[in-house]
């Protein structure tokens, strides 16, 4: 079973800046990642999808790559604005031969954006 | 858009209670999903679906069980609430397939006393 690791646990920035999370997995041999936010007492928002075959995935200020091999998803957010304060989870799917088993979660990184 | 819908966002129950969480999701997925969050412990996987009346345990199953009669709808159950099901539970769906994206619901927040 896969292990995901997400560092920082928690990170606070000025508004404005340019800022990288990483999520870190344990058996390379994954069908994708998915980059979710989770605003306070909310569900998850599907952010990003990146494939297996894929080494980057891009949508609107957010940036997400991946490299399998090394076991390694960054998640680039440009130009940060306080609406972007959230936690951010990354996730790999657990396939067993069925259909789709279930996700595994990082525990996130707690963003706080400074106005 | 994929649309989940949760039944209730907070619940408050007593010991013992038998208690039903429902989920339903409106783009004929086939896989739905049950997880719960805690601080700390982050999502874990309770229960899945792959198809109607199809069940498997996830990491967590005991004290739950599940009930899909219908395709869009995926009920997770507590026979016996304890107060260590206190918990945020968020249910999920997606196509079939675990190359697709996985949309989620509100969440609810049960609190049991």
């Known amino acids: 079973k896969q292990e995901v690791t997400q560092i920082p646990a928690a990170l606070s920035v000025p508004e404005g800046e340019n800022l990288v999370l990483n999520c870190s997995f344990t058996d390379s041999a994954i069908y994708n990642l998915q980059w979710f936010r989770q605003d306070p007492g909310k569900g998850l928002t599907s952010l990003l999808l990146?494939?297996?075959?894929?080494r980057e995935q891009t949508s609107g200020r957010l940036n997400a790559s991946l490299d399998k091999s090394s076991g390694r998803s960054t998640l680039y957010i440009a130009a940060s604005q306080p609406g972007d304060s959230a936690t951010y989870l990354c996730?790999?799917?657990?396939?067993?031969?069925?259909?789709?088993?279930?996700?595994?979660f990082g525990k996130g990184t707690h963003l706080i954006i400074q106005p | 858009d994929v649309k989940v819908t949760q039944s209730s966002r907070y619940l408050v129950k007593r010991t013992g209670e038998k208690v039903f969480l429902e989920c339903v999701q409106d783009?004929?997925?086939?896989?739905m999903f049950w997880y719960r969050q805690d601080p700390g412990l982050g999502l874990r996987l309770i229960y899945f679906?792959?198809?109607?009346?199809?069940?498997e345990k996830g990491d967590i199953p005991e004290g739950y069980s599940v009930s899909r009669e219908k395709k869009e709808r995926f009920s997770l159950i507590l026979e016996s609430a304890s107060t260590n099901q206190t918990s945020m539970y968020l249910c999920a769906s997606s196509d079939r397939g675990p190359w697709e994206t996985q949309y989620f619901g509100p969440g609810t927040r049960l609190l049991v006393l």
């Open positions: 996730a790999v799917p657990e396939y067993s031969g069925g259909g789709a088993d279930g996700l595994t």
């Open positions: 990146i494939q297996s075959s894929q």
């Open positions: 679906s792959y198809d109607v009346k199809m069940k």
């Open positions: 783009m004929d997925h086939e896989n």
